[in-house]
């Protein structure tokens, strides 16, 4: 194995372009805390009532969003609304044991530092046995702290003027309040917020909020969230979305570099080295910094280079496929002048001599990227990153999509949902971009599909990567235009039909690479 030096020049590399003090001023930058957060429950969560079935969600997302300390990313197996994060588990007409009987998997699949949760009115409203709500709601607070110890939970009652119900809710709410004590005295963090007294203006039937109640209860659910952040109770516990690779094999690349959870500019010589320029919004948003040539290099074939976050340290190591299909790795530790390089060496024995077919994505939402191939026919197969090699190997999770395409260049894998795990997308030839939610795959929780997301802005998929470029947690659409590679950026706000795209223009004017 090459040794550190000679594979990626940490010692003797040429001088980067700026001054020593701009680039050591900037290199400890890391990205605001993105809480996990599942907003669990019935109909309500799911946003019965709301014309565009946003539920309390968007406007929390955009209360959230008036501040800097910290930004969240919805998770859950469901997905709707019109939003940026469409990811939930609400479920129509679940009562609290039915929200138990799924809450085992749901929390192992998605990994919530905090859950929002609202349950309570359809065990209130039906014939079964409603004064022992109460203890089913303990019962289902005691699997979620033990499924997930260290989890936040913010519950809001029930809205204590709906109508019609055969239990008053102030009863059940003054036990969800008391809960507060219970729970503090065995350790776990508990907030109970107070739910909107909502009139029939903020009601748009029985049970259901409007969009103007959903704002109120936002409001509350916000006030119970920040208090858990500034309390330190509801903790950030993963790496933000930078695990997965763009999906480019060109030699323009877009990755978080420097762990400030935006994806920046990378080109990648034909020798390997790279070159990179950190993302401060782009041009006519706050533009670029030059960080210079951080690697020299470890083959002459670019499109054997992946730029994907190995150890889940939220910046982006250098993977090398080489011509057997092993996988080399080597850990960013800052990059040549900067910090330099880890060698990990041979993380990966390989299943395939076709490079192409190898991407480096997240799947499971943990941070760290994980080994796939696309296989011929389109399926997907899965080996869980625990490690590497010699660090603590991988999990062989199997087949777990039957594909779409026997075309693997038209495959993307990344996270357009915010939830951490990367969703399959493909660019149809007609430029077309459809994606599948990732729930597990076929061997968990399956795929939510949420059809048509783009109409594509070209015919030509090599042009086309997606990348968080704003640090939303989102991946954002980016084409990158020869001979120039000019740079346009269109933001996720949800897609076509859940919220659209946000067009930046072009965001650089590029670097031509021969």
Do not use: C
């Amino acid at each position: 194995m090459l040794g550190l030096s000679a594979a990626l020049g940490v010692a003797g590399a040429a001088a980067a372009p700026g001054t020593p003090s701009a680039h050591a001023a900037s290199a400890g930058t890391t990205a605001v805390p993105s809480l996990r957060v599942m907003p669990l429950g019935d109909s309500i969560t799911a946003g019965a009532g709301s014309p565009t079935w946003s539920s309390y969600r968007a406007p929390l997302w955009n209360l959230v969003a008036g501040q800097s300390r910290y930004t969240v990313r919805y998770v859950g197996s469901q997905a709707g609304g019109q939003l940026s994060d469409l990811a939930h588990e609400g479920h129509s007409g679940y009562m609290i044991d039915d929200i138990r009987a799924g809450i085992d998997q749901w929390l192992a699949e998605a990994h919530p530092d905090v859950v929002l949760l609202h349950i309570g009115v359809n065990d209130l409203d039906r014939s079964t046995d409603p004064a022992h709500a109460p203890d089913r709601l303990r019962a289902l607070l005691d699997r979620i702290y033990a499924d997930r110890p260290g989890v936040a939970v913010v519950m809001e009652g029930v809205i204590p003027t709906t109508q019609g119900l055969q239990t008053s809710p102030s009863a059940y709410n003054d036990a969800a309040r008391q809960l507060q004590a219970v729970e503090a005295q065995a350790g776990n963090s508990f907030r109970y917020v107070e739910p909107p007294a909502l009139t029939s203006s903020g009601m748009a039937d029985r049970l259901h909020p409007n969009d103007n109640g959903y704002q109120q209860m936002a409001q509350a659910f916000y006030t119970g969230l920040d208090q858990a952040y500034s309390a330190g109770a509801a903790r950030a516990s993963v790496a933000s979305n930078t695990a997965s690779e763009s999906g480019g094999l060109g030699r323009v690349r877009y990755a978080d570099f420097d762990g400030d959870g935006k994806a920046d500019y990378l080109t990648i010589n034909q020798d390997g080295s790279v070159h990179v320029w950190r993302n401060k919004g782009g041009d006519g948003h706050g533009g670029w910094q030059d960080y210079g040539q951080v690697a020299t290099g470890a083959t002459t074939d670019p499109g054997r280079v992946r730029l994907a976050d190995f150890d889940g340290d939220g910046k982006a190591d250098y993977e090398v496929i080489n011509a057997d299909g092993s996988v080399h790795v080597w850990l960013n530790k800052g990059g040549d002048g900067h910090g330099s390089w880890q060698d990990l060496g041979l993380v990966a024995t390989g299943l395939t001599t076709d490079a192409t077919r190898v991407k480096l994505a997240d799947f499971d939402g943990d941070g760290r990227a994980d080994y796939t191939v696309i296989n011929p026919n389109g399926s997907v197969r899965v080996f869980l990153n625990k490690g590497g090699d010699g660090h603590g190997g991988w999990q062989d999770l199997g087949q777990v999509a039957t594909g779409l395409t026997s075309d693997a260049g038209r495959v993307r894998l990344a996270d357009f949902d915010g939830d951490g795990k990367a969703d399959y997308a493909v660019i149809d030839p007609g430029g077309a971009v459809r994606v599948w939610l990732n729930r597990g795959g076929d061997t968990g929780g399956g795929w939510v599909a949420l059809g048509q997301v783009a109409t594509g802005l070209t015919t030509d998929q090599s042009r086309v990567q997606f990348a968080d470029f704003d640090g939303g947690g989102n991946a954002d659409y980016i084409r990158t235009d020869p001979p120039s590679n000019a740079a346009t950026v269109y933001t996720w706000n949800g897609g076509d039909g859940h919220g659209s795209w946000i067009g930046l223009g072009q965001v650089a004017t590029g670097i031509p690479t021969g």
